[in-house]
């Protein structure tokens, strides 16, 4: 059985900004963060003395299992000393693969087709969106760290269809 038999695409990660991370250096902190899905890990680049760092950047993942959440960690980058712990959150995907697989098409630009609140049981600072933008659907999430004393990540979620895999 190849990769392509079990792949239903690739979900695009866009590590957007941090705000608010807490200090882990004397005055600041040197964030980077780590994204987890399944046995997959992907990392984005060190922000160095920044507590409110841009990264802006594109991370992405094979799905093979829509139940698996994904996991972000950020870390303060030590140049002699094992990275800091800033802070970590978990991202359910279900609500995101459940708007997928309606097969929309010729939606409104902006129409919101999913709205998740915070809750106890998800790392949600605000309501997240799922919307139709550019005719794709998309999650911007503000995610509020756990197992730090303040912190939060934006992050934004689209999906790649990718030809001859298995699909959703």
């Not at 963060?33 to 997959?40: A, T, Y």
């Not at 998309?138 to 509020?144: D, Y």
């Amino acid at each position: 059985m190849s990769l392509m038999d079990n792949l239903l695409g690739i979900l695009r990660v866009r590590v957007k900004r941090g705000v608010n991370l807490a200090v882990r250096d004397v005055s600041s902190s040197d964030p980077y963060v780590v994204l987890k899905l399944g046995r997959q890990k992907l990392k984005t680049r060190v922000v160095k003395k920044n507590i409110n760092p841009q990264w802006e950047e594109d991370l992405t993942f094979t799905v093979t299992d829509p139940n698996l959440p994904l996991t972000l960690i950020v870390y303060d980058h030590d140049l002699f000393s094992k990275d800091d712990k800033m802070g970590n959150a978990e991202i359910d995907l279900k609500p995101y693969i459940e708007a997928l697989r309606m097969e929309l098409s010729g939606l409104p630009e902006g129409t919101i087709i999913t709205t998740i609140g915070p809750n106890r049981g998800n790392c949600l600072a605000e309501e997240s969106y799922i919307r139709w933008i550019n005719d794709r659907i998309v999650q911007n999430i503000c995610l509020r760290l756990r197992n730090v004393e303040r912190g939060e990540v934006e992050i934004e979620l689209q999906w790649i269809d990718l030809p001859g895999s298995k699909g959703l």
